[in-house]
């Protein structure tokens, strides 16, 4: 069976190359490895209570919102308001002008770093305005431009003025967060608190940026779950296919073919890859077939790849507790940003979990003790789902969602050691600890249940690298995608023929609005080689 465009990998990427190659017209199948699509957007039923198995808000970004509305899809979206907390000092961030909550509160927590805070405040500020110009509009990807000339004309031409002006300034803020801070903060514990809230080695815009984008999050009313049904919804009414638990195995781009894992062989006009970036290169076949030339660029985007490493993953509990959301409201927002300790994670240096060879100890008793001590240290972000929708809990009750970036490579020593139902329990028994005794006196005693999940969960459902949930480390001596915002566009380009790519290992940084980005260029790009 032959189609016009087989889109690999079901999140967000996959979705939107599918529904807009469903509106163009073209005979689409969707193949999703999981039993269920979105990837790491998605919210799952559990003894009553709704809880997001990835992201816990979306942003908008001037791409999400007109997205949906190119796709006349009516998504019913509640505000998602975020505070950020230390120790028993919380700020709720609802406008800009809010920044001066967040400074107060760093202050109460570092008084001797007055004007540390405040140069951090203006920088912070100029990201703001960074980010408006970059994000300020909708993204013209979505608009029909010989319709809307008021558009064209009135926003988009004033915009691209703007942008011009932007772009530079916004490459002097690329250094690493981490030592962008230190450029100006002596304090080694607020340098910390503040950078443990990113992934290592952040770009210093994109994580400084990040205040910009805490006042653009929003929740689908029912979870985020709510966005991937009504995106599956429309790939089927407009004729296309999808198969669940349809691992691909195989890639020939001669033959122009797939094979799932069934066995189930299928043809394509094009293939859009939207899973993990490493799995298309292992599963080519039949490159003899292809031009020397053509061969020799596929393999040696392979071998580019291949010492490629992940970016960080998450490490997620999951409490039931027999306490109504009034307690948590009367604290923070329903999107939570805490840390328990002003120490920072500098004081925890990985030594204490390595061997004298650079690799990880395999004395259990040392590594769990560092662990316990970096559940107690580190920086949470917690949902509460039922804060934004009632339904999504029973009456009276509430579910909590903490989670923090956790390194793979170290869950999966402990796996290998055989620890690694014991690191679950310390982990819920840590991280409940480390809640219960700071920000959540009175949760203590009200918990009915919890469970966890580790980076090898997001490996197992994900098919990631290295358990990554935003593409590529910043780690890497070289990231092997797109970092420029100009170059956006070539992003969705491979070495191989007939194969398109879209997704979080196409561009960096990367986030759920570069997903859907990358899979409206991928489909318009299929839809144009596809013309006769």
């Not at 509160?105 to 805070?117: C, N, R, T, Y």
């Not at 380009?493 to 990367?510: H, K, N």
Request: proline letters at 5%; glycine letters at 10%.
């Amino acid at each position: 069976m032959k189609y016009d465009v087989i889109v690999a990998g079901g999140g967000m990427a996959g979705l939107t190359a599918a529904a807009f190659l469903g509106k163009a017209g073209k005979r689409v199948l969707l193949c999703e490895k999981e039993d269920r699509l979105g990837g790491l957007v998605g919210s799952f039923p559990y003894k009553g209570f709704t809880f997001d198995a990835g992201i816990r808000a979306v942003e908008n970004s001037g791409v999400l919102f007109p997205m949906l509305r190119a796709l006349e899809l009516d998504v019913d979206f509640v505000k998602s308001p975020v505070s950020i907390g230390i120790r028993d000092a919380v700020a709720r961030l609802d406008s800009p002008d809010s920044l001066g909550g967040y400074r107060d509160m760093l202050l109460s927590q570092f008084p001797e770093d007055g004007a540390a805070i405040d140069a951090l405040m203006d920088l912070v500020k100029t990201a703001m305005v960074y980010m408006r110009v970059l994000y300020g509009i909708d993204n013209p990807l979505f608009m029909d431009l010989k319709k809307d000339r008021k558009y064209l004309t009135n926003t988009l031409l004033p915009w691209l003025f703007r942008y011009i002006t932007t772009i530079g300034k916004i490459k002097k803020l690329n250094t690493p967060v981490e030592a962008c801070l230190q450029a100006f903060i002596k304090n080694q514990a607020l340098v910390d608190v503040i950078a443990q809230h990113f992934f290592r080695q952040t770009p210093a815009f994109f994580a400084l940026s990040y205040f910009s984008l805490y006042l653009d999050y929003s929740y689908p009313r029912g979870g985020t779950g709510a966005l991937v049904s009504k995106m599956e919804a429309f790939i089927r009414e407009r004729g296309g296919e999808i198969r669940t638990g349809a691992a691909v195995t195989s890639v020939n781009p001669g033959a122009k073919t797939i094979s799932d894992k069934s066995g189930r062989e299928y043809g394509y006009g094009r293939l859009i890859w939207c899973a993990d970036q490493k799995a298309l290169y292992a599963q080519l076949t039949g490159l003899q077939a292809l031009p020397s030339k053509t061969a020799a660029a596929v393999r040696e985007r392979k071998a580019l790849l291949s010492d490629k490493v992940g970016g960080d993953s998450v490490l997620t509990l999951y409490l039931t507790c027999d306490m109504n959301k009034s307690y948590f409201e009367n604290i923070h927002a329903p999107h939570f940003f805490y840390t328990p300790r002003i120490t920072g994670l500098g004081t925890l240096p990985r030594e204490g979990i390595m061997d004298g060879q650079g690799r990880f100890s395999q004395d259990k008793a040392a590594v769990f003790a560092w662990l316990r001590e970096f559940l107690a240290l580190t920086t949470y972000e917690i949902s509460i789902p039922v804060m934004r929708d009632e339904a999504l809990a029973p009456a009276g009750k509430t579910g909590l969602i903490a989670s923090t970036l956790m390194d793979y490579h170290l869950t999966e020593h402990i796996r290998a050691m055989g620890w690694y139902g014991d690191f679950k329990a310390l982990c819920r028994e840590a991280m409940t600890d480390a809640l219960t005794g700071s920000i959540y006196p009175e949760l203590a005693g009200k918990i009915t249940d919890g469970f966890l999940s580790t980076p090898l969960t997001i490996l197992e459902r994900t098919g990631n690298t290295d358990g990554a949930i935003t593409g590529w480390a910043f780690t890497n001596s070289v990231i092997p995608a797109v970092t420029s915002i100009p170059g956006i566009a070539r992003a969705v380009r491979t070495p191989i023929p007939g194969v398109l790519q879209a997704g979080q290992w196409t561009y960096s940084p990367s986030g759920l609005p570069i997903s859907i980005l990358t899979g409206k260029l991928a489909a318009d790009r299929a839809i144009k080689e596809l013309k006769p």
